[in-house]
């Protein structure tokens, strides 16, 4: 073949590096990360909570068809009514014990109501965090052998695919409800010890406040959450909530799998300046630390994290008191229909991740410029997250029908809920960066108590969901829980590092290595009366 020939062949195609990978390796892995576990936890917030709005519109209201007593038919007076031109006929059918509403001229919805009392209700609310604290122990012991990228992937899909479930389970029987949702709460109490564990190996110091508000994710499911259950219940019925819900946990998963990666050094595609900026700045023996045997004695018995998961159980307990029952309480005292309580309740957590971000940023600041210790940023701002709010749920008890100043205040209140991850959550990887998932499984085990007990304290304190009286009594035991718990972190609380975080080499291992040094050794025979140099010396 001559030259000539060789011209017009095709030249070989050369590998391209196209523009997307330029793009991407502009984008850091922790950045990738951050919006993982972001959008991780705002998922599994949403399959979370879907239920304790949709409950809402399950459920016939037993006092719907008593006379007078309902303090609501004053205030819908003043409310706009159906156009005299707009003709729709309600049709209502009763069977096995559930009402079934028809409305034609709407939308065609299948709104199966339920005839589930207060306490049926409590107990699917609180179903979830049975579970969910049991779990807590298992996804410290899990994440540490099999990594958060199995563990919080394989949680979330369970989740998700109970969320789908749900609508048939609330057809069979209430129990199947609770069935389903006490697997989702096994499911989801995985999550936080899995995603916990890896901020240490992936996130340097300077950045963790600021990687922590990530966590708050959960702030945007939830402020999510009642609104699109609000919309999706007015046009579609509450069945639909349930498909929605668990089809975006299925499709979270896909991405989780494609992106997360347990380690820096595990990346494909971390850049070497930002593999290199991780390794110079996480500590070595942070480093080392995957897979270490888990000291749960010297865990168990650490006054720091007893504080951490003491003071944070009285945060959790007014958090899910905005949570759990804001919706009943925003249906039942304010009458807001279906609509405008999904986006009155959702309203103040949509809000409360920007004001995390701010926590998280100030925190960071004042610890890079030495203004306070690192030990009283954390007091700070769990004071900030847990004497607020207490007041402020106390003073929407005492306001009563004052609709603005308690919707302002009940705004606020959540906001600075939101300090805590800038306090006492993000202590967890402070004081045992190592073992911050097993560490935050054990706080997690006690200050998740708080999530099933508040539905059920609330649940028997609240007899009749339109006696403000009562409500008052609920604010103002989660104003008592919550400040006075802070008070055991004022005291107990610390960042400094505790001694059980590093790793202790296995004496067998050590042992048997000093052998095989021994064994390597050249052998001596020292034969009787034979003086060595430094005996001489010693003897002069």
Known sequence: MDEKEVNFLPKPKMPKVGCFRAICDRIPARLVLYFLSWSGFLVSFVMRNDINFALVAMVQDPSSNATGSDHCNTLASDMPSLEEGDNYNYTLSMVNGTTTVLLDGLASIDDIKFDWDSTV???IKSSFYWCYVLSQVVGGVATQYFGTKNVFGWSQFLTAACSLLIPQAADLHYGAVILLRSVQGFASGLTWPAMYAIVGYWIPPVERS????????????????YPLCGFIIAHFGWRQVFYTTGTIGMV???????????????????????????ELNVSEDIKNGQGMRVPWRRIFTSMPVWAIGLTTFGRIWVHYTFIMSGPEYMQKIFCFDIQQNGLLSGAPFLCSYLSSVLFCYVADLLMDSKTLTLTNVRKLFTALSQIVPGVLVLLVGYLGYQIVTVLILWFIAVTFITASYAGAMANIVDIAPNLAGPVLAFAQTIHM??????????????????????????????????????????????????SWNYPVPDPEVTSSDDSAVIANQPMIKVEPGLKFDDEDDDDD
């Open 210 to 225: 600021r990687f922590m508000s990530s966590f708050q994710g959960f702030s945007i499911g939830i402020g999510l959450t």
């Open 449 to 498: 108590t708080a999530s099933f007990l508040q539905p059920l304290v609330t649940g028997f304190m609240v007899t009749d969901s339109q006696n403000i009286n009562q409500w008052l009594h609920v604010f103002g035991v989660s104003s008592v829980v919550a400040i006075s718990t802070y008070l055991i972190y004022q005291v107990f609380g610390t960042a400094e590092i505790q």
């Open 121 to 123: 209700q409590a107990v």
């Open 252 to 278: 979270w998963c896909v991405f989780w799998y494609l992106l997360a990666y347990n380690t820096p050094q595990e990346h494909p595609r971390i850049t070497p300046e930002e593999l290199e900026y991780i």
